[in-house]
């Protein structure tokens, strides 16, 4: 089975900051990769898919770019209600792996 | 507005069943791709199966595999999960999806229920 591994874990910046995630499939998947936001309590929500491609109505603040292993997911300009879990998702076969996640805080 | 609520979920003893039901709404169902997804209390998400529209392929992580079973009723715009032979490590929410296409696995989930609550334990 292919693999997503997810960095950093946790990470804390200031209000304004550009943040950047990143993932890494054991195998290419070409631009099979979403990403997912997760607030507290709440159900994941699709940001970006096909590894660069803004779903409808997420701020343009969010990005993706990659294709075959390596992403990332980049925040230019952290805002407060961007605090959450993110995940990244490979979707282009069974089983369809998440990355373990990364905490986002402000300090 | 599209709608998935899931149902059913709730405490089952080890070795024990247990079915969760996803009703949808808002859009045209037996158009898209579905799945379930769990996530263990303070951990990550976790893929658990998946069906195509007619429901005639359905897909299973290996964790679940010959345990769950993934069906949906089209006339009912409903999805479903039976669970058996449940483990402690079921425990999770878990979430109906919807995947953003017909054809399963090759698209994101692009909507997700709420989730329901699963706790295995004696």
């Known amino acids: 089975d292919i693999q997503m591994t997810q960095s950093p874990s946790s990470l804390s910046a200031f209000v304004g900051d550009r943040v950047t995630i990143t993932c890494r499939a054991s195998?290419?998947?070409?631009?099979?990769l979403a990403w997912y936001q997760q607030k507290p309590g709440k159900a994941p929500k699709l940001l970006i898919y096909?590894?660069?491609t803004l779903q409808a109505g997420v701020p343009s603040r969010f990005s993706g770019g990659g294709s075959g292993t390596d992403f990332t997911l980049t925040i230019s300009s952290l805002q407060p209600e961007d605090v959450a879990t993110y995940y990244c998702?490979?979707?282009?076969?069974?089983?369809?792996?998440f990355g373990q996640g990364t905490k986002v805080e402000i300090k | 507005d599209v709608q998935l609520l899931e149902s059913g979920g709730g405490l089952v003893q080890p070795g024990g069943s247990l079915r969760l039901s996803c009703a949808a709404s808002?859009?045209?169902?037996?158009?898209?791709?579905m799945t379930w997804v769990r996530q263990a209390p303070g951990t990550g998400l976790e893929w658990v199966a998946g069906?195509?529209?007619?429901?005639?392929?359905?897909y299973y992580a290996a964790s679940v595999e010959g345990r769950f079973t993934i069906t949906r009723d089209n006339s009912k715009n409903t999805m479903y999960l039976q669970m058996s032979s449940l483990r402690g490590e079921d425990t999770a929410t878990y979430f109906c999806?919807?995947?953003?296409?017909?054809?399963?696995?090759?698209?994101?989930?692009?909507?997700w229920g709420q989730g329901t609550l699963v706790t295995v334990s004696s």
């Open positions: 096909a590894a660069s």
């Open positions: 069906i195509a529209t007619s429901g005639g392929n359905t």
């Open positions: 195998q290419g998947i070409s631009s099979y």
């Open positions: 998702q490979k979707y282009n076969s069974a089983p369809q792996m």
């Open positions: 808002g859009f045209t169902f037996s158009s898209h791709a």
């Open positions: 999806a919807r995947w953003g296409g017909v054809i399963p696995l090759v698209h994101p989930i692009d909507y």
